[in-house]
């Protein structure tokens, strides 16, 4: 027998609530892309390393650069292409491979090269774009010529 007072929500009202959340979680989720994030990822690590490359040239009075090995990896160098600069992190040589973190992260071409002279402008490089690819989504940043300003 059912008392006129009780409070609280019946067992259909709650199934239904639980319902409408599944669905809502099931539709945000579908719009989830992982080729976004792992391009977005990607962008913000070259970003990182070509910007470090040019605080290593301003601080040490040495050239320093970026290039592209590969359509996936590329290395900072220290003075001149093919010597690989110190990596902080690891003291290892400063290469890094795309394919191996970001997955179906790619540069649209192996040719990009940026080069930072003493006073941390580029002087090699800038005034271009430079586009990362994963799937279909692609991402791009720009090298200001004259302060090697990277947005």
Request: hydrophobic share 35%.
């Amino acid at each position: 027998m059912k008392k006129k007072n009780q409070k609280g929500f019946t067992m259909i009202e709650t199934i239904l609530v639980l319902l409408l959340v599944g669905l809502t979680a099931m539709a945000v989720g579908s719009t989830y892309n992982a080729d976004n994030f792992s391009s977005y990822s990607a962008l913000q690590k070259v970003i990182g390393d070509i910007r470090y490359a040019q605080q290593m040239a301003l601080v040490s009075g040495q050239a320093y650069g970026f290039r592209t090995l590969t359509n996936h990896s590329y290395e900072i160098y220290q003075g001149s292409p093919g010597t690989p600069a110190t990596d902080p992190l690891n003291q290892a040589a400063f290469t890094v491979d795309l394919a191996t973190n970001y997955k179906n992260s790619v540069f649209a071409s192996s040719t990009y090269q940026i080069e930072f002279g003493a006073g941390g402008a580029p002087t090699l490089g800038g005034a271009a774009d430079y586009t990362i690819q994963a799937g279909t989504t692609s991402l791009s940043f720009h090298v200001e010529s004259s302060t090697g300003y990277l947005k």
